[in-house]
């Protein structure tokens, strides 16, 4: 019996799974900040910073394969993984190196601010410690400054497009403290309400200032109001059973409605 080809073992490799991320939840992290930046914010140089924020994105997954096959026996895992970790380099490099050509290093501004809180959420990813509250905290507040990276290239001010980004990093971060707090009550572990309702009171706080001074739409507050409501509730004794996927998918709605809202609200400032 004749051992497989390279085609037939290649073939036999799952390719998503080495490809794409596998946390569901880790998609808003990208999409959200670069969905807001290109509907408020578009240009030519945006969308390259788009191109390569989301490539590095990509990048995380076959890397952590590479990574865990280091101390194994090479394989055909390991070397598409390889070449996914190449190709996604390319493009992540190439579309960052177009933006500076088009806009110059402004646009990177935003990045360098956010860089250790990067390099933290990386540190925990790369050791599949993705869930830990330090890697989604530090996760929540870095991948929101492409937003305002975005913005800059658009010719936006700093301090406008660091208040662009200030919602999702806002959003994002009392959606990790709600959530965890979530699932620790419904399996009856201790967790915090007044912690996640403090947070979302801040949050909201912080957005009003923003708005009050025109650095925001007014309409980028409404979603906060929605969201306190529902951290008001969902830790309340009035809660219905939920699994943590549906938690997850409802946050994902949330995230929609907070980019949609501070959308239009700049939609309607320009008319």
């Not at 998503?16 to 999409?31: C, D, K, Q, T, Y």
């Not at 980028?220 to 943590?244: E, I, K, N, Q, W």
Request: glycine share 8%; net charge positive.
């Amino acid at each position: 019996m004749q051992p497989p080809s390279a085609a037939e073992a290649t073939r036999s490799v799952r390719l998503r799974p080495i490809a794409l991320p596998v946390e569901h939840g880790s998609w808003g992290l990208v999409v959200e900040p670069i969905a807001l930046g290109l509907l408020v914010a578009p240009s030519m140089a945006g969308a390259c910073l788009a191109l390569g924020a989301f490539a590095t994105f990509l990048a995380r997954r076959p890397l952590k394969v590479v990574l865990a096959q280091r101390q194994h026996k090479w394989n055909e895992r390991t070397t598409i993984a390889t070449t996914f970790v190449a190709l996604y380099g390319i493009v992540a490099t190439g579309g960052i190196a177009a933006a500076v050509a088009l806009r110059g290093v402004a646009p990177l501004a935003p990045l360098a601010l956010v860089l250790p809180l990067a390099a933290v959420f990386l540190a925990y990813d790369l050791r599949n410690q993705s869930r830990t509250w330090q890697a989604e905290l530090a996760g929540a507040v870095a991948f929101a400054a492409v937003t305002a990276s975005i913005a800059i290239a658009d010719g936006w001010s700093l301090a406008t497009a660091l208040a662009l980004a200030a919602v999702l990093a806002a959003r994002n971060f009392s959606s990790v403290i709600y959530v965890r707090s979530r699932i620790r009550l419904d399996r009856n572990r201790p967790h915090s309400t007044a912690l996640v309702w403090a947070v979302h009171g801040a949050g909201l706080a912080l957005l009003a200032g923003l708005a009050g001074s025109v650095l925001l739409p007014w309409l980028a507050v409404l979603p906060f109001v929605v969201l306190l409501a529902r951290a008001v509730h969902g830790l309340s004794r009035f809660r219905r059973p939920m699994s943590v996927r549906a938690i997850g998918f409802r946050e994902m709605a949330y995230g929609i409605l907070t980019v949609l809202a501070v959308a239009v609200g700049h939609w309607m400032e320009a008319m």
